[in-house]
C-alpha cells in the first residue's frame, strides 16, 4: 500500500533537537491527519487539515507544530520535546466530504524515540 | 465524549479455528470503521458501516453493525496466520461526518499454525 508515505520510518532524537515528519498522500484527498499512539492508549488525534486549513487542533502542546503546504503534504515539525512524546506517530488522508468519503487511509507510521 | 470498547483485549486461536471480535460503543454509531494493524505499522482499512443491521464482507471478514448501532462485531472464519494483527474499530458519532474518529484500544489476534 503506497497511497500514504511516511518518513523517515524511525527517528530518534534527543530532547534539545528539532526534527520533521513528512507525509506524503497520493490518492487525490483534501483532508490530513496526524495521530499519536502510544502503547496501550487508543489513537489521539492531534491535527486536522482541510483544504490546507488546520480545523482541529485536539490541545496538542506547541512543541508539536503542523504545517501543511499542499493537499499531498503534511508535516509534523518537532522541538524540545519530552520523553513520554515518544510513539508511533501516524499520518491518514480522507476526502473532504461526508458520509463514506470520511474514510481514513493511513500511512506506515514513524517510529519516534526521545531521549 | 465518545467510548469505543473492544472485547476480548487479546485472542489466541488456532490456524483454521473462527472467531469475532466485539467493539461497543457508549453512543450511538453513525459511521463504524474496522482497521487492521501490524505491530508498529499503520492501519489497513478493512470496511466501513452505516446502517443498522448492515453486514459486509471481504474475503474471510465479515463485519456487523447491530440494529440500535451501538455495537459491531467483526467475524473471521478459517483463520489463518495472515489475520494476525490488532484489530481497530472507529467511530463517527456525530451523525454528520465528522474529521475526528473515535477509536478502541484494539484486540491482538494471534493465529498458531
Known amino acids: 500500500e503506497t497511497g500514504v508515505t511516511q518518513t523517515p520510518r524511525h527517528l530518534v532524537m534527543g530532547m534539545t533537537n528539532k526534527k520533521s515528519l513528512k507525509c506524503e498522500q497520493h490518492?487525490?484527498?483534501?483532508?490530513m491527519y496526524w495521530y499519536k499512539q502510544s502503547a496501550k492508549k487508543p489513537l489521539e488525534l492531534m491535527f486536522v487539515?482541510?483544504?490546507?486549513?488546520?480545523?482541529e487542533n485536539n490541545s496538542v502542546p506547541s512543541r508539536f507544530s503542523p504545517e501543511c503546504p499542499n493537499s499531498s503534504h503534511l508535516f509534523l515539525h518537532l522541538h524540545t520535546l519530552q520523553p513520554e512524546d515518544s510513539a508511533l506517530y501516524l499520518c491518514?488522508?480522507?476526502?473532504?466530504?461526508?458520509?463514506?468519503?470520511?474514510?481514513?487511509?493511513f500511512g506506515p507510521g514513524t517510529r519516534l524515540t526521545v531521549l | 465524549s465518545q467510548e469505543l470498547e473492544q472485547s476480548p483485549q487479546s485472542l489466541i486461536v488456532q490456524e483454521g479455528k473462527n472467531l469475532t471480535i466485539n467493539c461497543t460503543s457508549s453512543?450511538?454509531?453513525?459511521?463504524l470503521y474496522w482497521y487492521k494493524q501490524k505491530y508498529g505499522e499503520g492501519l489497513i482499512f478493512l470496511m466501513m458501516l452505516q446502517k443498522g443491521g448492515e453486514e459486509k464482507s471481504h474475503e474471510k471478514i465479515t463485519a456487523k453493525l447491530d440494529e440500535k448501532k451501538q455495537q459491531s462485531s467483526l467475524h473471521i472464519t478459517a483463520s489463518q496466520p495472515s489475520h494476525a494483527g490488532i484489530y481497530l474499530c472507529g467511530a463517527d458519532d456525530s451523525g454528520a461526518g465528522s474529521y475526528q474518529l473515535t477509536f478502541g484500544k484494539g484486540t491482538k489476534l494471534s493465529v498458531i499454525p
Open positions: 487539515y482541510s483544504l490546507e486549513e488546520r480545523v
Open positions: 453512543k450511538t454509531l453513525y459511521g
Open positions: 491518514a488522508s480522507s476526502q473532504a466530504s461526508g458520509g463514506a468519503g470520511y474514510t481514513q487511509y
Open positions: 490518492l487525490g484527498h483534501n483532508a
